[in-house]
Every structure is written in C-alpha cells, then in structure tokens.
C-alpha cells in the first residue's frame, strides 16, 4: 500500500432460468475471444505518471500517478474537487496535461487525441449514455466494424458471440430507446468491446441505477476482468466500487491520499478521517 499526503412488441421476457442458463453458457469466454482475436495471457500496461493540471494558477491536479494492468479492475475514488475526474480524463484523452506523461506499455500517448488512444486499445464508456436510440442493439455494435472496415462477414461471425457473451442476442432487433437502464449499460459495453480494447475506462458507470442493475453491471464488469482486460472506474458510490476492485486510488486535494486493495484503503485511518468515515465498512 502507498500511503501520501425496440418496439416493446419485440422485447421479449426472458425468465430468470432462461437468464441463468445464458450466462452459464458465456461464462467461456473462448468463442468470443476467438471471434474478435483476442490473445489472452498478454500482459499490458497503462500509466500516468507524475500529472499535473493547473486552472487559474492553482494545481488540481498535483503530480498524480495511476497504473492499470490488464487483468485487473482499478478504482478511481474521491470526494468532489479531489481531481479524480481531471485525472480520469487526461488519461483517456479529454484534458491534456500541463505536465506528466500517459504511458501505454511504455508508449507515450499523451498528445492523442481520444479516438487515437481508442485505436490502440483504450476503450471510454462515459457517464452519458451513448447508444444511438432508433438503432436497434445489433446495429450499435455493427456501427462500429463498419467505421473501422471490418468486413461483412466477419461482422456476422463475431456478432453473436458478442451478443450473447452479453445476455443480449434476445433483444439484438430491439430499438435502444426501449431498453432497461441494465440493458443499455450491456449494450454500451458490449459495443466497446467490440473495438478489441486492452482497456475499458468507465466513467461514473453506477450512476442513476437501480441494486439489481448495479449486481448486474458488476457481472460484467468481472467478465471484462476475466477476459484480461484492464478497467479503470471512477465513481461516487465507493462500496460498489470497491467491491470489485483489486486496487483503489483515493485522491485528495488534487493528490493521492491512499492506494492499495479495498482492504487496505478501508482500513486506513487518514482514508477513514477524510473520506470514507470512520464507521464505513466494506460488508
């Protein structure tokens, strides 16, 4: 640990055993992974080291530095002002950096653009939602192998896998702006990883969400993790946060207060005086 300073008429119901019985049989990753490419056991890295982001002559931002392999999931965690969302967005390419470098495996990235930092690998699902609404879910992900020239039909062969890796293929012809709050976040994740990414930052993902969308977005989550990609979170609700997470960042006044596992940030005495409160609990 570091311590510092659709038509509804198309929607159809799926029973919850129907549902069970899909994601016992996503659970094996191998067909989508061979479907989009994907070699496993590849390890990568993303690092922003020692960034700095100034507004009016005062540092928001103070020398931060974040990793993120592949294979795991990192929590980015704070109060409002802390500079966590600064952090999140220079890192994937939304604010530039008055100082520091974003490094990916060793690669400096700092220059790109977002949509360039996307080709190589880093994948963004933003707070907003961001499905094209009077498409249906299939052709949100076909949008995106088609801007890229994927040709037709290996979009029709990685289109299923995908679809159903995600508890989607019963709702593929459904419009988007007919979909449930879980469906939709399914369906933006999906899309992302259907750009092959070695890293999916979520932004604020557990906003405005119901428990049961929350247990489900974190099924995906983890599935993400088990396919050997890397995901950064950033988020206000910290217990859901830090329920996933192999290693959490806790930032205060623009600097990193605490990092280490959910553990070792729950049990940090400076992490429970100034944030987390004294009598917070993982369980």
Not at 165 to 173: L, P, Q, S, W, Y
Request: hydrophobic share 40%; proline share 4%; charged share 30%.
């Amino acid at each position: 640990m570091v311590f510092k300073r659709k038509p509804k008429e198309e929607h159809k119901h799926v029973s919850h055993k129907e549902r069970v019985d899909r994601s016992s049989a996503s659970s094996d990753h191998s067909g989508l992974d061979a479907a989009l490419g994907r070699k496993k056991g590849i390890k990568k890295t993303l690092v922003a080291r020692d960034l700095v982001k100034s507004y009016r002559g005062r540092n928001v931002v103070d020398h931060v530095t974040i990793s993120v392999n592949t294979g795991e999931v990192v929590g980015l965690l704070g109060p409002n002002g802390a500079g966590k969302t600064t952090s999140f967005y220079m890192i994937i390419g939304l604010v530039t950096p008055n100082e520091g470098t974003v490094l990916l495996d060793g690669e400096d990235i700092t220059r790109l653009p977002i949509y360039k930092r996307a080709r190589l690998g880093i994948g963004y699902l933003a707070q907003e939602s961001s499905v094209f609404k009077k498409l249906t879910v299939e052709e949100n992900i076909l949008l995106v192998w088609e801007a890229t020239g994927v040709p037709d039909r290996q979009q029709r062969e990685m289109l299923l896998p995908l679809l159903q890796e995600f508890n989607i293929d019963h709702i593929r012809k459904s419009k988007a702006f007919v979909l449930s709050g879980g469906e939709r976040r399914r369906t933006e994740v999906a899309r992302a990883l259907a750009g092959n990414p070695d890293f999916i930052m979520l932004d604020e993902p557990f906003t405005g969400i119901d428990p049961v969308t929350i247990e489900s977005l974190k099924e995906v989550i983890a599935s993400l993790k088990d396919k050997g990609l890397g995901v950064l979170i950033t988020d206000h609700n910290v217990r859901e946060t830090l329920s996933i997470c192999d290693r959490a960042y806790i930032m205060m006044d623009g600097d990193v207060l605490v990092e280490g596992t959910p553990q070792e940030v729950a049990s940090n005495a400076m992490a429970r005086k100034y944030f987390l409160g004294e009598n917070f609990r993982l369980d």
